[in-house]
């Protein structure tokens, strides 16, 4: 679990990027974790299908929280089709948590909120 | 003595700290033997066989209630029945108690949820009003809020349930003010003693109560198996719940004859290994703490343990307890800025550390608190001075990764 509090994980949970209320998104897509009441709201602008500006806010762990600060820059200018396609390995990967670990899901509530995306 | 030691759990777990007796107790190796042993040499139903090895369970089997009833100075056996949990038990009164419209069920603000939802369905499906006597900020129950509701409602009143010891703040209700209040309109008093049952003397008479209940797993007993006191001319006067094998004597067409008590509200095969566990683990529980200089002694030094915890933590930049100056007994919860409690646990786990993080089933309280959860740490017999001090030192370690 270490490895994954990583000091990289840490400081996009204290200063998360992309963080605050889209007043006029196109899109939005929620996630809530009921075992703990941890919740993410994603805000997508879409021109042609293609993600032109991307907000989140919600609160939570530091885990769920860094998570999505740490992919949300990926997100820009992607298809949103394909970013609907989008597996949880891509969040587990990238802060090297085992799909075994008890704290799997704080992770993959960014990927549950992209996928909510409607 | 060391207690330590006679727990198989903290053998096979090198380094294991584990503070979270709140959430259930681990187990020691009378209480697992026995286990063994039921399986092993008597295992049979209860009531049921006319041969040797069933005679051996039904035996233990009463002697399990008769050892609960002693613990708890209940007048008899007759006066407990075994359940699964505290929950069964507090959902077996509110569904048993004959509540009509506009009867007032009181309940408190710092219940376990298993003590708010069964009387929220019972006032949806009855239209019976629930109150709930409030918490100060402090996190004490008021009691002045109970005598409130009294002089309101009078003897619309039906119910009075509480808990006895909170399972977030730590604190204890005066359970016996609160029967005696509630007595005043002859409401009926329930007591869910889960939280209080392994940390102090739980005496049924001296509290004056109708029903008690506990879970078995919170005092180093096994899982599956719970107690509930009620008193024998209430238990003579109420249907049984469940309803199945083992609780009548005779069904006929139209003649239903009930078994003796406390039979009558044991339906189908228990859990005859646990509610023999125990047995096992009160008498264990009871010599331990007679080993240990009494009861006096035993709070003595769970109450210096307790408060080294919360001097430890207040030691943390950016703590804050869950409650104010209240007394503990225990159990401490808290939060600490900026750092969620998920967070906490999961990186105390990583030193063998266990603690409960999130709402421990308490999401009103935390509420009523604006608090989106807390960290909380819970003694159990086993717990030791060193324990504790690990704790706050790796807390603090946990605090430097995100101050950093």
């Excluded at chain 2, 069920?105 to 949820?113: F, K, L, N, R, Y």
């Excluded at chain 2, 939802?117 to 004490?140: C, F």
């Excluded at chain 2, 819970?378 to 370690?397: C, F, P, R, V």
């Amino acid at each position: 679990m270490n490895e994954t509090y990583t000091k990289e994980l840490i400081e996009n949970y204290k200063n998360p990027k992309r963080f605050g209320k889209m007043e006029t998104p196109d899109l939005t897509g929620r996630a809530v974790n009921d075992l703990c009441g941890d919740e993410l709201t994603l805000y997508v602008k879409n021109e042609e299908g293609k993600v032109t500006d991307i907000m989140f806010d919600g609160r939570g762990c530091a885990i769920c929280i860094g998570s999505m600060s740490l992919i949300i820059e990926e997100l820009m200018d992607r298809n949103i089709y394909d970013l609907l396609k989008i597996q949880e390995d891509t969040i587990l990967d990238k802060i090297g948590m085992k799909k075994d670990s008890p704290r799997v899901r704080c992770a993959t509530l960014s990927i549950e909120a992209i996928k909510n995306l409607k | 003595m060391n207690i330590k030691s006679q727990f198989p759990i903290f053998n096979n777990n090198k380094g294991l700290i584990y503070l979270d007796s709140a959430s259930t107790t681990q187990k020691p190796e009378a209480v697992i033997d026995s286990i063994v042993q039921q399986y092993s040499n008597n295992n049979s139903n209860v009531h049921r066989g006319l041969y040797k090895i069933a005679y051996k369970t039904d035996t233990k089997w009463v002697e399990a209630h008769s050892i609960v009833a002693k613990y708890i100075n209940a007048k008899s056996y007759k006066e407990v029945f075994f359940t699964k949990n505290s929950t069964e038990g507090l959902n077996w009164i509110a569904n048993t108690v004959s509540l009509s419209p506009d009867d007032v069920v009181v309940i408190s603000e710092m219940e376990h949820h298993s003590n708010v939802l069964p009387w929220m369905k019972v006032s949806k499906e009855k239209g019976v009003i629930l109150e709930k006597i409030k918490v100060s900020e402090e996190g004490t129950l008021d009691l002045s809020h109970l005598k409130e509701l009294v002089s309101k409602y009078g003897n619309r009143m039906k119910v009075v349930s509480v808990l006895h010891q909170s399972n977030v703040l730590g604190t204890v209700n005066n359970v016996e003010e609160i029967v005696k209040v509630a007595k005043t309109v002859g409401a009926l008093t329930v007591i869910d003693a889960a939280q209080s049952i392994a940390h102090m003397e739980i005496d049924v008479q001296k509290i004056g109560c109708d029903v008690l209940v506990f879970s078995s797993h919170k005092i180093y007993g096994p899982s599956g198996i719970g107690v509930v006191y009620c008193k024998e001319e209430l238990l003579n006067s109420f249907e049984p719940w469940l309803r199945g094998g083992e609780m009548v004597k005779s069904v006929e067409e139209d003649n239903i004859l009930y078994n003796d008590l406390p039979w009558k509200f044991e339906a189908g095969t228990p859990a005859i290994e646990a509610g023999i566990g125990l047995g096992i683990a009160l008498k264990w529980f009871e010599k331990s703490v007679e080993e240990l200089g009494g009861w006096s002694e035993f709070k003595r030094k769970e109450k210096a343990l307790t408060t080294l915890l919360v001097d430890g933590l207040k030691e943390i930049e950016g703590i804050k307890l869950v409650g104010g100056e209240i007394e503990r007994e225990g159990i401490v919860s808290f939060n600490i800025d900026g750092i969620h409690p998920h967070d906490i646990s999961s990186l105390l786990d990583e030193n063998g550390i266990c603690v409960r993080a999130g709402y421990h089933c308490v999401q009103p309280l935390h509420q009523k608190l604006g608090l989106n959860g807390s960290t909380r740490v819970s003694l159990g017999i086993y717990n030791t001075k060193e324990d504790i001090e690990e704790t706050i030192k790796q807390l603090k370690k946990v605090v430097n990764i995100f101050r950093k």
